[in-house]
């Protein structure tokens, strides 16, 4: 009976949670809908007829809900690693170069290990082991600017956009390289297919979405967990809020930024590792070009919040998924889905007009996005 109630309590605490960081962004996407559809009946279009075909190139068969969740994927996981730094008052922009890192170390130890080793490995041993040494690339590019930032004062939006660069050269310098798949036939830059060993099974025969999907959903409830039912997600929080009253309190600012980045990285490596083992099966050379640019408008759509951060990447991801659909039904250009979303972030960006239009009362943390240079 106890356990029955705490099991309620936490889903009311979860849903409670949830809704309360959801609307604002809900009316965001309402506005950007009613706006881009003006917009597309000014240019001749009927947005009707389009949203229809977003919705049904999204969301209406078997499939399209497939490659919706596939798109998802790396989304949740980039996201959360941008809201996990928010939370903690970083602004990582680097998701983009920890992603990358993620995939070609993952990417490495699937094609590369067995070899090494002069013997294949059990699935239960290689997968775990390629996904691991992903999120620790990633964990450990974003670390460095952790340390620069907690030890130096070094501004982490500077550090992470210049770490972007050096992570994306040598991941082209290697698939370029030495990483690059040696076969005949093979004129781009990419390594070559991991070990089915490495591989993330898919869900249902016959169509892509595999089970990193229902990865990236745990991930998403277990840093929700953390932030708010841990000590260290609670130092996290305050150190975002306040880093002052925090280091007044005894929590050690320091190591707490750095972990923060650490583990934001780890996020976004993960998501490149999921990419290769559960997707491609290898990584190629721009396959994630603007997943860690995406991610920072998905945290900022989803307030931060980890269950916030699910439904913006499922939106984004069904956006993307649907737009090839959407233009083939109304001849009209894919870009007015970037200009959808750039509403939507508009919006939930200036969130004071939406809560002037709709009467809503501003309450609830905010999240401090960064807090000056060298502060």
Do not use: C
């Not at 781009?188 to 999907?213: C, K, N, Q, Y």
């Not at 919006?347 to 239009?357: E, K, N, Q, S, T």
């Amino acid at each position: 009976m106890q356990a029955e109630k705490q099991s309620s309590s936490l889903a009311r605490q979860i849903l409670k949670s949830a809704t309360e960081s959801s609307l604002i962004p809900f009316l965001a996407i309402l506005t950007a809908v009613i706006v881009g559809g003006i917009i597309i009946s000014i240019v001749g279009g009927n947005p009707f007829q389009a949203y229809r075909g977003l919705i049904e190139g999204s969301l209406g068969s078997q499939k399209a809900l497939s490659e919706t969740a596939v798109w998802a994927t790396p989304y949740i996981f980039a996201g959360l690693a941008v809201a996990l730094a928010f939370k903690g008052g970083l602004f990582n922009i680097g998701a983009e170069g920890q992603l990358a890192l993620g995939a070609v170390f993952s990417s490495l130890i699937g094609y590369a290990l067995p070899g090494w080793l002069g013997f294949d490995l059990p699935t239960i041993i290689h997968l775990p082991l390629a996904i691991i040494v992903g999120m620790i690339a990633g964990g450990i590019w974003a670390g460095v600017v952790g340390a620069l930032k907690a030890y130096t004062g070094g501004h982490e939006v500077i550090n992470t956009i210049m770490m972007n660069y050096i992570a994306l050269n040598t991941t082209s310098f290697l698939l370029n390289g030495i990483m690059k798949d040696k076969s005949p036939t093979n004129v781009i830059a990419r390594t070559p297919m991991i070990a089915d060993s490495a591989r993330i099974p898919t869900i249902f025969e016959g169509l892509r979405v595999h089970w990193g999907f229902l990865l990236a959903l745990l991930v998403a409830f277990f840093i929700w967990w953390l932030l708010t039912k841990t000590t260290l997600g609670f130092e996290i929080r305050t150190v975002g809020l306040n880093p002052d009253a925090a280091k007044y309190a005894g929590i050690n600012v320091k190591r707490t930024i750095t972990l923060t980045m650490v583990f934001s990285g780890m996020l976004a490596g993960l998501a490149g590792a999921i990419e290769v083992t559960g997707l491609n099966f290898r990584h190629e050379l721009g396959f994630s070009i603007g997943y860690g640019f995406d991610a920072i408008a998905i945290a900022l759509l989803g307030k931060s919040h980890p269950l916030g951060v699910v439904l913006a990447a499922i939106l984004f991801a069904a956006m993307r998924n649907g737009a090839t659909r959407m233009q083939f039904i109304t001849q009209l250009p894919v870009d007015l889905i970037s200009m959808l979303q750039a509403f939507i972030l508009l919006f939930v960006a200036a969130d004071a007009i939406v809560r002037y239009i709709y009467r809503v009362k501003s309450k609830g943390e905010r999240v401090v996005l960064t807090r000056g240079w060298g502060g």
